[in-house]
Every structure is written in structure tokens, then in C-alpha cells.
């Protein structure tokens, strides 16, 4: 494993409890950077290595998670370790089939990853890919917040592919300017930005996805794949401009982690073959998959 190209994902995973009726619950594990690396670990060759930089606590949950994790071809095997903190947990009520949410996550161990800064650094370095999104930075302290992205910088400027999705979640940041400063500076550091148009809009005002593209290129991201549900993939690569249709998915089960898996699956085509065509095909084609079954984590094969 020692010269295996490494693609590093940094954020938070939770645990996740679904009703099953009667009081009782499902436990799983959801998370939209954990989600990605999933997706990554499948669609990537063998010679990768998949890793996941969070903060993880010394209890249980926390070892049951590792082993969730690496049965996946994840390894959190450099994730900080913080005695006294676990994963951030939800709960989804179900009310005349309307989903909604409870969080406990203030107090993860993931917020909390950056009390090891030298851990993190470590790990960041020699990585071929970081991938990182706006829910990293949201749920971390913000001098954290501008500590992690300072030791992104550093990679990048030795190299690295830095892939980032701003998945704005206005919720999640209690200062809206701070967001939109915040999210514009990941993306200068960033190689490759992949945001979707219709959270773009809400918190920039972006017309179309022509325009959130146009915005992020004049940051200085020279490569940006905008996504936009069922209708097309817009790219800007070195100043060009391309559209790519999507086929629509004739009946959407869920669409949870459709952005996520697209991610990976366009990220892991395009290291293999530099094609971006082929990547927003080969993302399109996972995110179909994952939307038409439930779930985060879907797992089909192709042909399946
Ligand atoms: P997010 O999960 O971030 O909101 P989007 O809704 O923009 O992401 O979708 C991400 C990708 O998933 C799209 O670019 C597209 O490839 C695919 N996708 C989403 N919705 C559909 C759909 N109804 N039919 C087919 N593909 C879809």
C-alpha cells in the first residue's frame, strides 16, 4: 500500500436512525464526504487508496463505524482519535410522509478534527486527490474552517488535485456572508469545483448554471462542473464552455446522494482518462442509479 495513489476525503460521517415503525429505529451511517468516498472506492482502480479524515471518538460507535467504513474500502486509519467525543448522530421522523430531521451533532468528534492539526497535515500530505465540500467547512469552528483550508492550500500548491463542492446548506452557518466568503475561498484553492445550480442560485443569485459557472471561473477555478437535476451537466474548462444533457430517471425513488455519487463517479473517470465528456457521463450514470433506490449507499453494480 505504501505507493498507492491516495485520494482523501475530509468532513464529517453521522450516525443515521430511520424509522422502522413501532418505536423501533434502523442505524446507519450517512454523511454527504463519507457518501463520496463510498461511491469512490467502487469506481476508482485498485491502485487507489480511499481514505477518510474525520474526527472520531475512542468509544464503540466509533471502531464500529472504522469497521463500516473500511468493509467499504474506506480506511479512516489517520483519522484523529478524540477521547471523549463521538460521531454526531440524526434521527428522521416520518409524518404523513414528509421527512424531517433531529440533530445532535454540536459536540462531534468530527468538528473537533482540527484540535489535531498536525494529524490532519500529515494526512493531507502526499495525497493525490483532496476532496473536501462546504459541509466541511460549515460544521467546523471557523478559525478551524480557515486552518484546514490553509493546509489545503499548501498541498495544492505542491501538486494535488483539490476537489471541492460547495453543497451549500444555509442552515448549517449561522453568517450568510461568512458562508459565501468562505465557500469563494475553497474554491480559489480548488482545482476541480462541482456545485449544483439550484443551491448556487439561493445563496448567490445565479440565473442559470451558465452563470454559476461564469462566477466560479472568475475566482480563478479553471475547471467547474455545475450540476442541475434532470436537466444538463454544464462545464467550464480553461475558458471553454460545454452542455451536457442527462437523461431523467423515469421514476426518482430518492434522490439523497445524487450529487455525492456523481461526484465520485465523474472524479474517478476523469483521473483515469482526463475525458470530461466521459466523466459527466460517467457521473450522470451513477447518480441515475443511486436516485432509483433508496438510500444513500445503493449498491448496484452495473447491469444489475
Ligand atoms: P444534489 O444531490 O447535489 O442536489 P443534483 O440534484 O443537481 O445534485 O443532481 C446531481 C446529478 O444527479 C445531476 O447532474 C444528474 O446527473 C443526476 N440527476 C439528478 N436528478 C436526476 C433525474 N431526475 N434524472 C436523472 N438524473 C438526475
Known sequence: ????????????????????????????????VFNTLWYAARALGPQWQVEFLTGLGTDALSDEFRAFAAAAGVSCAGAPRLAGRTLGLYMIHLRQGER????????????AMMTAPGQVAARLEGAEVIYLTGITLA????????ALLAQVEAVRGAGAVV????NI????WDDPARMRALIERAARTATIVLPSH????AAFGDADPAATAARYG?????????????????????????EHPVTPVARVVDSTAAGDSFNAAYLAEFLA????????????????????????????????
Request: glycine content about 12%; hydrophobic content about 40%; charged content about 25%.
Open 139 to 146: 460544521i467546523l469552528p471557523h478559525r478551524d474552517a480557515c
Open 169 to 172: 446548506r444555509p442552515r448549517l
Open 163 to 166: 476537489a471541492f463542492d460547495p
Open 1 to 32: 500500500m505504501g505507493d498507492a495513489r491516495r485520494f482523501l476525503g475530509i468532513g464529517e460521517c453521522m450516525v443515521e436512525l430511520s424509522p422502522e415503525g413501532q418505536g423501533l429505529f434502523r442505524k446507519g451511517f450517512a454523511g454527504d
Open 273 to 304: 482518462s482526463r475525458d470530461d465528456a466521459a466523466a459527466v457521463r460517467a457521473g450522470g450514470v451513477q447518480a441515475a442509479r443511486t436516485i432509483s433506490a433508496r438510500g444513500a449507499l445503493v449498491d448496484t453494480a452495473p447491469g444489475r
Open 218 to 242: 472568475a475566482l480563478g477555478c479553471g475547471h467547474v462542473v455545475v450540476k442541475n437535476g434532470a436537466a444538463a451537466v454544464v462545464t467550464r474548462i480553461d475558458g471553454a464552455s460545454a
Open 198 to 201: 439550484e443551491d448556487e442560485a
Open 100 to 111: 424531517s430531521f433531529s440533530y445532535w451533532r454540536d459536540s462531534s468528534a468530527a468538528r
